[in-house]
């Protein structure tokens, strides 16, 4: 089971910590990803980190999100600054298959068969 949580209303520019809650599972062989996902659009991978801490993140975002994990408390987070209206979106926790040590982990929503509720992020400008 995942639990999103940290979504909210922010301003343009502000930030918020979203967080990522995994019970039921193994939780240290495994990559986790967030996505993020607008009503008529596709489902867009926005950062990833595998089990060994490898990480990637989305060009789109890269420099304002970073992602990381707690392996003790079976959470990841996604730290999100300097939002802007275009980050507006329902963010997704998603799990999926381990890759080998040293390897990032997969961006396609495909990928990963586990996923949270989501958490609503809304930037206004």
């Known amino acids: 089971q995942l639990v999103e949580s940290g979504g909210g209303s922010v301003q343009a520019g502000g930030s918020l910590l979203l967080s990522c809650t995994v019970s039921?599972?193994?939780?240290?062989?495994?990559?986790m990803a967030w996505f993020r996902q607008v009503p008529g659009k596709e489902r867009e991978g926005v950062a990833s980190?595998?089990?060994?801490?490898?990480?990637t993140v989305a060009r789109s975002v890269s420099g304002r999100f970073s992602i990381s994990q707690d392996n003790a408390k079976n959470m990841v987070y996604l730290q999100v600054n300097s939002l802007k209206a275009e980050d507006t979106a329902m963010y997704y926790c998603?799990?999926?298959?381990?890759?080998?040590?040293?390897?990032?982990?997969?961006?396609?929503?495909?990928?990963?068969?586990?996923w949270g509720q989501g958490t609503q992020v809304t930037v206004s400008s």
């Open positions: 039921g599972t193994t939780f240290n062989i495994r990559c």
């Open positions: 998603a799990m999926g298959p381990s890759r080998w040590p040293g390897l990032s982990c997969e961006t396609s929503p495909e990928t990963y068969p586990y």
């Open positions: 980190i595998s089990n060994d801490g490898v990480t």
